[in-house]
């Protein structure tokens, strides 16, 4: 008894719910929890009560959803029609009766598909951009390549050949490279600067700090020795003389690739043959940063890398406007950095920075402000009086960041107290400890990058996010959602979250609330993807699966599946079975989870088995009662079935109709499924 997977009404933008290969598989639909808020299609914003089951009628189960004005009931073959809306506690409650959610609906609906038209528009656009059609020399390119000491995993190779198929094309890159912190983006970076120093171009490397531009500088100057390039860094720690000429080499063409933070996107910085703009850590620029720098890059391909992207970027690439890849494999030999949400402890303050000591480590404390600074370092210098401490913050002069930092890479500091200075850039693998004290005052992404400082060698790292008393629910929701997400490549959860509380934004402008907050980054996310292919021509069309109603449907009793959580998500995964070999893949699961089925489960999958089968048949609707049972066709497939002669079968009207006393709904059942798997049979045959 599970129908098909519509979700809106036709005015609205239908089909199968679209899907990015890359983001939409890392991120993908999340699962309904009690006490979620969700949002039903034709009733609005509710919260997730439940199950339960009407014994008056049948064993089915329903979903519980409680709204302003009372409880609705969703048969399980309405499932597709209810999304999970998000983590905000504070958004109201719509009315079942009476409210303004069928206006609400239809203008976020009409704002949806102005948004796809404005960025199909501007995809549109950049398609028309040239840039340099750019193809390396193979035997320079290769050499530089040999001098990368790991073996690309299979994420990093095909994210260069995406890269380099996209330079090669003579049209304007605009890529994203989303992967966790230590996963391999520079690599790609690096090749991508390769292909376009070797082929004659320049490159400017964009980045958010200084000690992350001198990293990134020190490796370019490490793999492109030899190779006749000219590397320049601009930024506040260059040299006012270094800047002259710098910039001179940019502008007569010396300098092939150029270094830096916001300083490159200066007026005054001028290229001879710019071809190729890398931005790394793309979440750390704000939205005129990057407006400034896509002025400056008007005309050149661009690059940009982030373990935790912003959620307008994030939405953008789901959307399928911004080409992405994805980088989901794990070095090798790394280990998931352990996390806690603790409440702030001097003892336990004291033994996470001993017991890191005692196996030859260093930690990082953490802070959200400079003031902060010198009252955590006395502090620690009485919690643990044997270690060596120092401090370092964005403030202090040039020389003395770079003799601390490079004082605790050498191991001569025991304890960096700073402030979120070292969320960028940092590789120290003897550094496995982070404390950050005030952690709910911190963001998600920011939290993310952090810890992604420790554990970057063999050892496994530890992260403390220490709160006060009086931190706010909302902030330590926020702390759990990263406490949840600590195994490796967890950046694309982060993000997720972080998409799910702020929302996308307005996609198309400067304004940070977007539409999603209405309805949810779940629809929100199907609708715009469902609205940017239609804008393009480009809808898949897909038979949708027909409406069983034979008066049984089957179940998952919780004797079988204890936590109702997780028969919500099997129930929306026999929702979404659009095959017979995934109603079998799915089988095969439940029975190796939970063991053989019982009565209610087969009769559930025996149904999805219809459906998938009479989908593919040209059946649009199947109903059944005592009297007999009906089968109508598709308009497409009508036709061809209307000539045919049927044994116990007559055509009524436009529906094919088999008469007889069906008392029970079994009965109903198999000669419905009788009459499809001899449709099924000589439509393969014919």
């Not at 070797?198 to 990293?215: E, K």
Request: glycine content about 8%; aromatic content about 4%.
């Amino acid at each position: 008894m599970l129908q098909s997977l519509c979700v809106i009404p036709a005015e609205a933008v239908l089909g199968p719910a679209y899907d990015n290969r890359d983001l939409n598989t890392a991120i993908g639909p999340e699962a309904l929890q009690i006490g979620d808020r969700v949002v039903h299609i034709d009733h609005g914003i509710g919260i997730l009560a439940g199950l339960e089951t009407r014994a008056a009628e049948t064993s089915e189960e329903h979903l519980a959803i409680d709204y302003a004005d009372g409880r609705l009931l969703v048969p399980m073959q309405e499932l597709d029609r209810v999304w999970r809306y998000g983590s905000d506690p504070d958004v109201p409650l719509d009315r079942l009766r009476g409210g303004n959610w069928p206006q609400q609906k239809a203008e976020l609906l009409r704002a949806i598909e102005e948004t796809a038209a404005g960025l199909a528009k501007r995809e549109a656009a950049r398609a028309q951009e040239k840039a340099a059609m750019i193809v390396a020399p193979r035997k320079a390119y290769d050499r530089f390549c040999a001098r990368f000491t790991h073996e690309l995993t299979p994420d990093q190779d095909s994210a260069v050949q995406d890269v380099l198929a996209d330079l090669a094309t003579g049209q304007r890159m605009d890529r994203l490279i989303c992967g966790d912190v230590g996963f391999g983006k520079t690599e790609i970076a690096l090749r991508a600067a390769a292909a376009a120093l070797f082929s004659g171009y320049q490159v400017a490397f964009v980045a958010p700090t200084t000690v992350l531009v001198g990293q990134h500088t020190r490796t370019l100057r490490d793999r492109f020795a030899g190779f006749d390039v000219e590397i320049g860094e601009l930024s506040r720690l260059t040299k006012p003389a270094d800047t002259r000429r710098i910039k001179e080499g940019l502008r007569q063409g010396t300098i092939g690739i150029v270094v830096g933070t916001h300083a490159v996107i200066s007026p005054s910085v001028r290229f001879k043959n710019l071809a190729l703009t890398i931005i790394d850590e793309e979440q750390r620029f704000g939205v005129r940063q990057k407006a400034a720098l896509e002025r400056k890059r008007r005309s050149s391909h661009a690059l940009a890398m982030s373990a935790t992207p912003i959620p307008r970027t994030l939405q953008a690439a789901m959307a399928g406007v911004r080409s992405c890849s994805v980088l989901r494999t794990p070095p090798v030999r790394r280990q998931a950095t352990r996390t806690f949400v603790l409440p702030w402890s001097d003892d336990l303050l004291r033994e996470a920075l001993l017991r890191e000591s005692r196996r030859g480590g260093s930690s990082f404390v953490v802070c959200p402000r400079i003031a902060d600074l010198p009252e955590m370092t006395a502090r620690l210098a009485k919690l643990v009086p044997d270690l060596r401490i120092a401090s370092a913050h964005g403030r202090l002069p040039p020389a003395d960041i770079d003799s601390v930092i490079l004082g605790f890479a050498r191991g001569n500091i025991d304890v960096l107290v700073s402030t979120d200075i070292v969320e960028s850039g940092l590789d120290i693998p003897r550094a496995n400890t982070m404390i950050v004290h005030g952690a709910d005052r911190f963001g998600l992404s920011q939290l993310h990058q952090l810890r992604g400082r420790v554990g970057r060698g063999r050892r496994r790292g530890i992260c403390y996010f220490l709160v006060s008393p009086t931190a706010k629910q909302e902030s330590l929701s926020r702390l759990r959602a990263l406490e949840a997400a600590q195994q490796l490549g967890a950046g694309f959860e982060v993000s997720a979250a972080d998409l799910d509380r702020r929302g996308a934004g307005d996609l198309l402008g400067l304004e940070q609330a977007g539409h999603s907050r209405l309805i949810g980054t779940e629809l929100y996310r199907h609708l715009l993807g469902r609205a940017v292919e239609k804008t393009r021509g480009d809808v898949r069309v897909e038979a949708p699966l027909p409406a069983i109603e034979l008066g049984i449907g089957g179940a998952i009793p919780a004797s079988y599946v204890a936590e109702p959580e997780q028969r919500i998500a099997l129930y929306r995964r026999f929702a979404a079975a659009r095959s017979l070999a995934d109603v079998e893949a799915l089988a095969e699961e439940i029975d190796d989870r939970f063991g053989d089925p019982p009565r209610e489960v087969h009769v559930l999958l025996a149904v999805c088995r219809l459906r998938a089968t009479a989908r593919n048949a040209g059946i649009a609707e199947i109903k059944g009662g005592p009297g007999g049972v009906a089968i109508r066709f598709r308009d497409d497939s009508r036709g061809a079935w209307s000539q045919r002669s049927i044994r116990d079968w007559s055509w009524q009207d436009d529906r094919l109709v088999c008469k007889g006393a069906f008392a029970q709904a079994q009965q109903r059942l198999d000669v419905a499924t009788a009459l499809v798997a001899q449709a099924g049979h000589e439509l393969a045959a014919a």
